[in-house]
């Protein structure tokens, strides 16, 4: 039995992880932690890790960026293994997730869903194929009016995909209304949508002459961020030390 903290387990993600982990067999969510210390009947919630009293095998996070910090900072200290799907961290943030690494097993992914992380190979054997051949590329994502970081984790998941196997090339483009130029052939634009309640969509663009392949991704629900966070969550614990991501988590599934 793999015993589970949810940090922010009041939020949206949070609740939809609870449920999730209710109907399966092997993972248990023992505790909670949300600034919002509201108690659901499922477990005890605290206001921070500091306060929890409840032994845990790993955490999960889809809390809120601001506190990335503490969680990193706990988990290093307690040698708590972690799998941080929080997204919108800072550059210090994702060094710190990276020396957190050196004290426990991370497990860090902007998008925790099974498609998701297929069409990343997808796109790396493409770009090699079509930017080779010229092509532009453009990224556009949809999301609900409530989500605060644009671009969203994933888009800049994809774009990295793509910049990975091009040799690290490519500069990411956000805005093009401060500038009138031609579009760089070494960019991937990136623009992002809000509104409604859009769970998340990706398209990735690749523009040649005369023709145009696109990729996409529909999510219809949360339910299958959660289903991953708790997939990497059963794989995680009781790792060595180290920094993994969902390409670990399929390999291992597919063992």
Do not use: W
Not at 39 to 68: H, M, R
Not at 163 to 187: G, I
Request: proline share 2%.
């Amino acid at each position: 039995m793999t015993r589970i903290i949810m940090h922010g387990c009041n939020g949206a993600m949070g609740r939809t992880i609870t449920g999730l982990a209710g109907d399966m067999e092997d993972v248990e969510i023992v505790a909670g932690v949300d600034v919002n210390t509201r108690e659901n009947g499922a477990y005890p919630v605290f206001s921070s890790l500091d306060a929890c009293t409840v032994e845990a095998d790993v955490v999960i996070d889809f809390a809120s960026a601001k506190a990335v910090d503490g969680l990193l900072e706990y988990c290093g200290r307690k040698k708590l293994p972690v799998v941080v799907c929080t997204t919108g961290l800072t550059p210090e943030q994702v060094q710190k997730v990276e020396d957190t690494s050196r004290k426990t097993a991370v497990l860090r992914s902007a998008n925790m869903s099974l498609g998701v992380n297929t069409l990343m190979k997808l796109l790396q054997d493409a770009a090699r194929v079509l930017a080779g051949a010229g092509f532009d590329i453009e990224i556009v994502e949809k999301h609900h009016n409530q989500k605060v970081d644009a671009p969203s984790g994933t888009a800049l998941a994809l774009a990295d995909s793509i910049n990975q196997a091009m040799d690290r090339q490519y500069v990411y483009k956000y805005d093009r209304t401060k500038e009138r130029v031609k579009r760089d052939k070494k960019e991937i634009g990136i623009q992002a949508v809000r509104g409604g309640s859009i769970v998340g969509e990706h398209e990735v663009i690749f523009a040649g002459q005369d023709e145009v392949v696109t990729f996409s991704h529909t999510a219809y629900s949360k339910a299958i961020f959660g289903k991953g966070a708790l997939e990497a969550a059963r794989f995680l614990a009781g790792r060595q030390a180290g920094l993994y991501d969902m390409s670990h988590v399929i390999g291992a599934s597919r063992n």
